[in-house]
């Protein structure tokens, strides 16, 4: 007798900008087979870039693909295609996100959600005029175990009155002054906020959906390598922030605390370091993808003592895998995880979804930028600026 098949909603995807985390989509996609009990799949058929090469490789690696193009705007004429992942420089974010949800094509998108507040702005309200349409941007660092514990623990609210919160992204990518230039060290294409608008929502996706929007900011912004090889024998001025740290101050119905924000692409010894920390009065925790497999907590009674516990967190996440929980989680896994988030919302909607983490929202991503062009402001005049 054969057994049950789950019966599966294929979600059709088409992907724009074949680059790295075009391929990682592709590569989460062909690993589905990983996750245990969901009700839904992603199959990409069609892939777009500027760039034909760039394609070469889903047309090679991924046979689910049946069209290519090199014009966006065909891919969003077929019918057969019902969602999009988007991947473009910062500037294209405006004119193709908002083409996208114009087309009624569900949308996970990269960050920041355009290059600026005022193209934020725009694709916010074209997303309120398509309210049928699912839009998200790109977020995978809450869906490690240990983030995902951490969420638990404030949710739950153990940590007492929050004394501070730090949560940073940091990596030493462009501490290489050899390193040729690219779109991101440009204010045409990147916009003015440089590191933040890259990875800041990375930072502030876990705050925001706490509910810790800063009231204010207080920025240090650092430009460290000031030219990079231009690809033709020269030098190229570098016209974008490297690093930046942006000290908030938090208020919410029944908490008052300071957050420290920091973004990096310069931080010595660090390849890829996402992390948060929470203090408070009652617990104390702490996660950082530099020990993925570890979660360090501090629970605290009055007259009791401060140890901090390192514990190991099992493979465990949003979504069941077929892996064991003895088996360390990485950064493929938390790329599964919250396309499966995606697609989950996609297949079931927001209220019927199988656990309730969502993708980062666009409401967060306008929180970021509201952030950021305060955080400019503040650096210019040496001031704190309300938000």
């Known amino acids: 007798m054969a057994a049950d098949k789950l019966e599966k909603k294929i979600i059709r995807f088409g992907v724009i900008g074949c680059g790295l985390m075009g391929k990682e989509f592709a590569s989460a996609a062909a690993r589905w087979c990983h ?21 070469a490789w889903f047309v090679q690696a991924v046979p689910s693909v049946k069209y ?24 294209l974010h405006r004119q193709i996100y908002e083409d996208i949800i114009r087309a009624g094509k569900h949308l ?14 725009s694709i916010l309200q074209t997303i309120k005029e398509h309210p049928q349409v699912v839009v998200r941007s790109s977020s995978e660092f809450p869906f490690f ?10 949710n739950e609210g153990r940590f007492g009155r929050i ?50 929007k800063p009231r204010n900011v207080r920025a240090l912004l650092n430009k460290i ?30 908490q008052h605390f300071p957050m420290v924000l920091s973004t990096k692409r310069i931080a010595p010894g660090h390849a890829n370091t996402w992390f948060i920390r929470i203090q408070g009065t009652d617990f104390s925790a702490e996660f950082t993808t530099k020990n993925p497999k570890q979660v360090a907590s501090l629970p605290y009674v009055p007259g009791g003592a401060q140890a901090w516990h390192v514990t190991d967190v099992p493979y465990k996440s ?67 600026i309300p938000l």
């Open 318 to 384: 949003a979504y069941g895998t077929i892996t064991g929980g003895i088996f360390e989680f990485g950064f493929s896994d938390s790329i599964l995880q919250m396309w499966a988030a995606f697609c989950d919302e996609l297949a079931n909607g927001s209220d019927g979804m199988l656990q309730p983490f969502r993708c980062a929202t666009p409401e967060e991503a306008a929180g970021s930028h509201a952030l950021f062009t305060a955080a400019l402001e503040s650096n210019r005049s040496g001031n704190t």
């Open 225 to 254: 390598v000031e030219k990079r090889p231009d690809g033709r024998g020269g030098m190229a001025p570098c016209e974008t922030w490297d690093n930046a740290i942006l000290a908030c101050d938090v208020q919410t119905e029944t």
């Open 108 to 121: 996970l998108g990269e960050k920041p959600f355009g290059i600026d507040k005022e193209a934020n702005a």
């Open 68 to 91: 290519v193009y090199v014009d966006y705007k065909d891919m969003l004429a077929n019918a057969d295609v019902d969602a999009i992942y988007c991947a473009v420089p910062h500037n």
């Open 145 to 154: 175990p240990g983030a995902m514990q951490i969420t638990k623990w404030v």
């Open 163 to 212: 004394i501070e919160v730090e949560a940073g992204f940091w990596h030493s990518s462009d501490l290489d002054p050899t390193k040729p230039i690219n779109w991101k060290r440009r204010i045409e294409t990147n916009g003015e906020y440089g590191c933040m608008g890259d990875l800041g929502l990375h930072v502030l996706h876990l705050p925001l959906r706490f509910g810790w």
């Open 35 to 55: 996750l245990t009990d969901v009700n839904f799949e992603p199959q990409i058929i069609a892939v777009c870039d500027a760039n034909p090469a760039a394609s």
